[in-house]
Structures are given as C-alpha cells and as structure tokens.
C-alpha cells in the first residue's frame, strides 16, 4: 500500500456548505421594473458568485458562448412589507443585497448615496432583495413566499 507524501491524512474535512440563492421582488411591480430589479440585483451580487459560473461552450459552428450560471435561481415576489420583514430576519450567515426605492428613483450613483445617507432604515422602502447562503437559513426564509408568474 502506497502512501501519498505531503498529504495530512489526520485533518478531518467537513463537505462543503450547500448554498442557495433566491431572488424576491415586490409583487406589485410591472413588468419593465420587475426586469430592472432583477438585473440591478443579479449583477449587486454577482462577485460572490463567481464559482456558480460555468465554462465556455461552443456552438457546432465554432463560436464562443460565455458561461452561464449553473444554479437554478427561483424568482419570487411579496409584498413590501414582506420584504422588510425578510431584510430584517436575515441572519449573519445569509448575504441579502436590497435594491430600494432610493436606488431605483436616483438618476446617478451619487444621488442614490446622498439621499440614502438622509433615509431612516425604517423609511427604506425595498423593490426587490437577492438573497444567498447556507440553503437551509435561506429556505426558511423564503418558503412561503409565491413563485413569481
């Protein structure tokens, strides 16, 4: 029997953390604006993702299609109460970007951080969170809430 060198067969390994992520929008928001706070929240995250990335592929005719996310991402929606109380509860563990009103009525990036800096949390009014980590913590967060159609 061969032994591999360098190898510390000792360390006891934990598998790896499954995670999960879920996209909640407010449910009284049209289409194009629903679309929007998608997007804004997709790429808000999106450093953190960068392992859910696939590789490269390549049609028959040769050409290079960049990688696609790899995970589902269920989209859902509640209302903006809802919302806050989900921020809210969130704990430690779970990454919960928010895209707010705030954000969403600003017309440049220092605007946005201006009048933020003037809103009460309690004031904040949420158009959409994203919400990533452990998949337990996350499911429980999020289970009740409806598919959106």
Known sequence: MSRVVGVDHSI???????????M?????????????????LALSLGDALTEWLGSDGKDADGNVHPGLNTHP????????????EL???????VR???FTEVARRARE???????????PAA?????????????????KLTRR???MR
């Open 24 to 40: 909640v929008l407010r449910d009284d928001l049209p289409p194009g604006l629903a679309v929007n706070a998608a997007a804004v």
């Open 123 to 139: 004031e904040i009014d949420y158009v959409g969170l994203v919400v990533f980590g452990p998949k337990a913590p996350v499911t």
């Open 73 to 84: 991402v269920p989209v859902l929606t509640a209302s903006g109460e809802a919302l806050r």
């Open 12 to 22: 006891e390994r934990s598998p790896p953390v499954e995670t999960k992520l879920v």
């Open 145 to 147: 809430l409806a598919l």
């Open 109 to 119: 990036y220092g605007e946005y951080l201006r009048t933020l800096a003037e809103t």
């Open 96 to 98: 919960v970007v928010g």
């Open 87 to 93: 921020h809210d509860a969130a704990p430690e563990e």
